[in-house]
C-alpha cells in the first residue's frame, strides 16, 4: 500500500533538473495540430509546491469550441476513426499506449508540477493504472457485439451498438492524467470524436495525450483538446449543439449543471461521476486493527485526500476509538509526511491551489467550532508556507450532523465517529446524500454480507479500501452521480443501441 520508493526519472537528471528543462505545452490541440486561443487569451497554471508560474495557457471560448466541436464532427462523418474496422483500432489503441508510456516520466512530472501529487505516485499508481484502462480498453473493442432477438421465422430482428458522435469530456484536477484516460479511451474506443476540455488547475499532460495519439496513427480531429476555464470553455462546450454526449468528472455543484446545459441545449446524454463523503466502518470484531488503520490512513490521506471515494467518514464500533485513533495517528504519521513532491521519498504533496488549501482549512475550523477533537495536524507543516499544504488532519468526536461530516472537504482531514452496533454503523453510513464508495472492517461474514447488501453506494470494500480491477465498474449512486468508469459497461455508455427489425 506504501509507495515504494523506486522513482529515479530515466535520464541522469535528477527530477528537479528535468523539470528545468520540461517543454510545457499550453495550446488547444485541434485537428491534429496546436493552436493558440482564437482571441490570444491566456491564464497562468501554478506550481502549488512553490506557487510560480509554470507557463500561460489558451484562455478557449465558445469560438475555440466551435472550431474544435466542427472538427470532431468532420472527423466523425470521414469515418477514418469511426467506421476503423475493430482491430485496426485496437492497433492504434495500444501503440498509442506504448508510446505514453515511453513518455511515463514526462506525464508524472506534468501531473506533479501542475497539481502537486508526489512523482512516485504517478510513476506507481496514476500511469500504469491509466495504462491498464486504455489497454483494457483497447482489448474490449472487439468484444462489444449487438444481440439477435427471437422473433418470428419471417423477421430479422437485431440491436447495433454504434458511437454516438462528438463526445465532450470534462474532468477534474485530482488524477488529471488517470481521469483524463478513463473518460477518452472508452469514447475512442466505440469510435467516437472527442473534444477534450482538462481542468484549468492541471491542464498540461492532456497536450501530451494528444500529440502522441496522432503519432500512434490516430486520425487527426479526432481527439481535441481546448483548454480554458470551466464557466468559459467548459460551458460553452456542454452548451453546443453539435455535441452528443458530456462525460463529466468533477463536483455534484458543476455536475448538476451540466444536466442543465444539456436541457437547454439539444438534450445530449450526460454522465456524471462526482464528490463523495465515503463511510470506512471498523466492526470491533475487525481481524487486524493495525491493517484497518493503514487502508484507513491511505484511504483518506492518500493523493492528499483529493480522492472522490476517500473513505473521510470514519465509523468506529464502541469500545475500539480509542485504539483506532492511535492507529491512525501512527500510520497518518509514518506514511503521509508532507513533503516537497519531486522527492521520491515524499508520499504527501501540497494541495492543488492556494485557494483550496484555504477552503480545506476553513474546514477545519468548522470542525473545531462544530465541537470536534482535533487529534493530529489542523494546520499548514512548518517551514512548508510556500506551498499549498495542509497537515494530515484527524478530528475525532464528530457526530454526522455536523457539515465537517456531511460535506466533501476534499483534503487531509479524516472525521471519526463512534457507532454503537452494525446496525448503528449502516444507519450512519447511509445518511449521505453522496453513494460512491463505502468499507467495512469485520470477521462477521453475516455484517460484510448485509452491509455490501445495504450500504447505498456504488463500490463497497470489505476488509481493504479503494481496491479493484478494471471489471469491477466505478461509479456512484446518490449525488455522487451516476456514470460508471473503466468496466465494459462504460464503453457500452458511449453508444447508442439501434434496433433493426426486417421483415423477410
Ligand atoms: P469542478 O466541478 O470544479 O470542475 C470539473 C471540471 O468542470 C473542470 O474541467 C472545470 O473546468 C469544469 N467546469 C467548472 N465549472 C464549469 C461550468 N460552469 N461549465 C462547464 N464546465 C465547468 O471539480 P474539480 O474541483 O476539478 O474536481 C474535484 C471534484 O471532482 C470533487 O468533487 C471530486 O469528488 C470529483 N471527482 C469525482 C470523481 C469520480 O469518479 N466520481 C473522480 C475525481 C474527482
Same mark, same amino acid.
Given at each position: 500500500?506504501?509507495?515504494?520508493?523506486?522513482?529515479?526519472?530515466?535520464?541522469?537528471? +535528477?527530477?528537479?533538473?528535468?523539470?528545468?528543462? %520540461?517543454?510545457?505545452?499550453?495550446?488547444?490541440?485541434?485537428?491534429?495540430?496546436?493552436?493558440?486561443?482564437?482571441?490570444?487569451?491566456?491564464?497562468?497554471? =501554478?506550481?502549488?509546491?512553490?506557487?510560480?508560474?509554470?507557463?500561460?495557457?489558451?484562455?478557449?471560448?465558445?469560438?475555440?469550441?466551435?472550431?474544435?466541436?466542427?472538427?470532431?464532427?468532420?472527423?466523425?462523418?470521414?469515418?477514418?476513426?469511426?467506421? *476503423?474496422?475493430?482491430?485496426?483500432?485496437?492497433?492504434?489503441?495500444?501503440?498509442?499506449?506504448?508510446?505514453?508510456?515511453?513518455?511515463?516520466?514526462?506525464?508524472?512530472?506534468? +501531473?506533479?508540477?501542475? *497539481?502537486?501529487?508526489?512523482?512516485?505516485?504517478?510513476?506507481?499508481? +496514476?500511469?500504469?493504472?491509466? %495504462?491498464?484502462?486504455?489497454?483494457? #480498453?483497447?482489448?474490449?473493442?472487439?468484444?462489444?457485439?449487438?444481440?439477435?432477438?427471437?422473433?418470428?421465422?419471417?423477421?430479422?430482428?437485431?440491436? %447495433?451498438?454504434?458511437?454516438?458522435?462528438?463526445?465532450?469530456?470534462?474532468?477534474?484536477?485530482?488524477?488529471?492524467?488517470?481521469?483524463?484516460?478513463?473518460?477518452?479511451?472508452?469514447?475512442?474506443?466505440?469510435?467516437?470524436?472527442?473534444?477534450? !476540455?482538462?481542468?484549468?488547475?492541471?491542464?498540461?499532460?492532456?497536450?501530451?495525450?494528444?500529440? %502522441?495519439? =496522432?503519432?500512434?496513427?490516430?486520425?487527426?480531429?479526432?481527439?481535441?483538446?481546448?483548454?480554458?476555464?470551466?464557466?468559459?470553455?467548459? !460551458? $460553452?462546450?456542454?452548451?453546443?449543439?453539435?455535441?452528443?454526449?458530456?462525460?463529466?468528472?468533477?463536483?455534484?455543484?458543476?455536475? !448538476?449543471?451540466?444536466?442543465?446545459?444539456?436541457?437547454?441545449?439539444?438534450? !445530449?446524454?450526460?454522465?456524471?461521476?462526482?464528490?463523495?463523503?465515503?463511510?470506512?466502518?471498523?466492526?470491533?470484531?475487525?481481524?487486524?486493527?493495525?491493517?484497518?488503520? #493503514?487502508?484507513?490512513? *491511505?484511504?483518506?490521506?492518500?493523493?492528499?485526500?483529493?480522492?472522490?471515494?476517500?473513505?473521510?467518514?470514519?465509523?468506529?464500533?464502541?469500545?475500539?476509538?480509542?485504539?483506532?485513533?492511535?492507529?491512525?495517528?501512527?500510520?497518518?504519521?509514518?506514511?503521509?509526511?508532507?513533503?516537497?513532491?519531486?522527492?521520491?521519498?515524499?508520499?504527501?504533496?501540497?494541495?492543488?491551489?492556494?485557494?483550496?488549501?484555504?477552503?480545506?482549512?476553513?474546514?477545519?475550523?468548522?470542525?473545531?467550532?462544530?465541537?470536534?477533537?482535533?487529534?493530529?495536524?489542523?494546520?499548514?507543516?512548518?517551514?512548508?508556507?510556500?506551498?499549498?499544504?495542509?497537515?494530515?488532519?484527524?478530528?475525532?468526536?464528530?457526530?454526522?450532523?455536523?457539515?465537517?461530516?456531511?460535506?466533501?472537504?476534499?483534503?487531509?482531514?479524516?472525521?471519526?465517529?463512534?457507532?454503537?452496533?452494525?446496525?448503528?454503523?449502516?444507519?450512519?453510513?447511509?445518511?449521505?446524500?453522496?453513494?460512491?464508495? $463505502?468499507?467495512?472492517?469485520?470477521?462477521?461474514?453475516?455484517?460484510?454480507?448485509?452491509?455490501?447488501?445495504?450500504?447505498?453506494?456504488?463500490? =463497497?470494500?470489505?476488509?481493504?479500501?479503494?481496491?479493484?480491477?478494471?471489471?469491477?465498474?466505478?461509479?456512484?449512486?446518490?449525488?455522487?452521480?451516476?456514470?460508471?468508469?473503466?468496466? *465494459?459497461?462504460?464503453?457500452?455508455?458511449?453508444?447508442?443501441?439501434?434496433?433493426?427489425?426486417?421483415?423477410?
Amino acid at each position: 500500500m506504501s509507495i515504494a520508493v523506486n522513482a529515479a526519472p530515466k535520464t541522469s537528471l +535528477d527530477w528537479h533538473q528535468w523539470a528545468e528543462r %520540461l517543454h510545457l505545452e499550453g495550446r488547444h490541440f485541434i485537428d491534429g495540430q496546436f493552436v493558440h486561443a482564437k482571441g490570444s487569451g491566456v491564464f497562468p497554471t =501554478v506550481n502549488p509546491a512553490n506557487q510560480q508560474i509554470l507557463t500561460q495557457v489558451a484562455r478557449g471560448q465558445s469560438a475555440d469550441v466551435d472550431t474544435a466541436v466542427q472538427a470532431a464532427r468532420v472527423a466523425f462523418q470521414k469515418g477514418a476513426w469511426s467506421r *476503423m474496422a475493430p482491430r485496426a483500432r485496437m492497433a492504434v489503441m495500444l501503440r498509442w499506449a506504448e508510446l505514453i508510456e515511453k513518455h511515463s516520466d514526462e506525464f508524472a512530472l506534468l +501531473d506533479t508540477l501542475d *497539481m502537486g501529487k508526489p512523482i512516485s505516485e504517478m510513476l506507481q499508481v +496514476d500511469i500504469p493504472l491509466g %495504462l491498464l484502462c486504455l489497454r483494457f #480498453t483497447a482489448e474490449c473493442i472487439d468484444k462489444l457485439s449487438g444481440r439477435v432477438g427471437a422473433t418470428p421465422s419471417h423477421v430479422l430482428s437485431y440491436v %447495433l451498438h454504434q458511437p454516438l458522435g462528438v463526445v465532450a469530456c470534462i474532468v477534474p484536477w485530482n488524477y488529471p492524467f488517470l481521469m483524463t484516460l478513463w473518460k477518452i479511451a472508452p469514447a475512442l474506443a466505440a469510435g467516437n470524436s472527442v473534444v477534450l !476540455k482538462p481542468a484549468e488547475q492541471a491542464p498540461l499532460s492532456a497536450a501530451l495525450l494528444a500529440r %502522441l495519439f =496522432v503519432e500512434a496513427g490516430g486520425p487527426p480531429g479526432v481527439f481535441n483538446v481546448v483548454q480554458g476555464l470551466g464557466e468559459e470553455c467548459g !460551458k $460553452a462546450l456542454a452548451l453546443h449543439m453539435d455535441v452528443d454526449k458530456i462525460a463529466f468528472t468533477g463536483s455534484g455543484e458543476v455536475g !448538476k449543471l451540466m444536466q442543465i446545459y444539456a436541457g437547454q441545449s439539444n438534450m !445530449k446524454k450526460v454522465t456524471t461521476e462526482c464528490g463523495g463523503k465515503s463511510p470506512h466502518v471498523v466492526m470491533a470484531d475487525v481481524k487486524d486493527l493495525d491493517l484497518a488503520a #493503514t487502508w484507513a490512513a *491511505m484511504g483518506v490521506f492518500g493523493n492528499q485526500g483529493e480522492v472522490c471515494c476517500a473513505g473521510s467518514r470514519l465509523i468506529v464500533e464502541r469500545g475500539i476509538e480509542k485504539e483506532f485513533v492511535e492507529a491512525l495517528r501512527r500510520k497518518a504519521h509514518a506514511l503521509h509526511q508532507p513533503g516537497d513532491p519531486l522527492d521520491p521519498l515524499t508520499q504527501m504533496g501540497p494541495l492543488v491551489t492556494r485557494e483550496h488549501q484555504q477552503r480545506v482549512l476553513g474546514y477545519i475550523d468548522i470542525a473545531r467550532k462544530e465541537g470536534a477533537q482535533c487529534e493530529l495536524g489542523g494546520d499548514v507543516p512548518q517551514g512548508m508556507e510556500a506551498g499549498a499544504y495542509v497537515s494530515p488532519t484527524i478530528f475525532s468526536q464528530v457526530n454526522n450532523s455536523m457539515r465537517v461530516a456531511q460535506e466533501e472537504i476534499f483534503g487531509p482531514v479524516a472525521c471519526v465517529m463512534v457507532a454503537d452496533d452494525f446496525d448503528d454503523a449502516l444507519r450512519i453510513a447511509n445518511n449521505s446524500r453522496f453513494g460512491l464508495a $463505502a468499507g467495512i472492517w469485520t470477521r462477521d461474514v453475516d455484517k460484510a454480507l448485509r452491509f455490501a447488501r445495504d450500504v447505498e453506494c456504488g463500490m =463497497v470494500y470489505v476488509n481493504s479500501y479503494m481496491d479493484g480491477d478494471m471489471q469491477m465498474p466505478f461509479g456512484g449512486w446518490k449525488e455522487s452521480g451516476n456514470g460508471r468508469d473503466k468496466c *465494459m459497461e462504460a464503453i457500452v455508455s458511449y453508444t447508442q443501441s439501434k434496433g433493426v427489425w426486417i421483415t423477410l
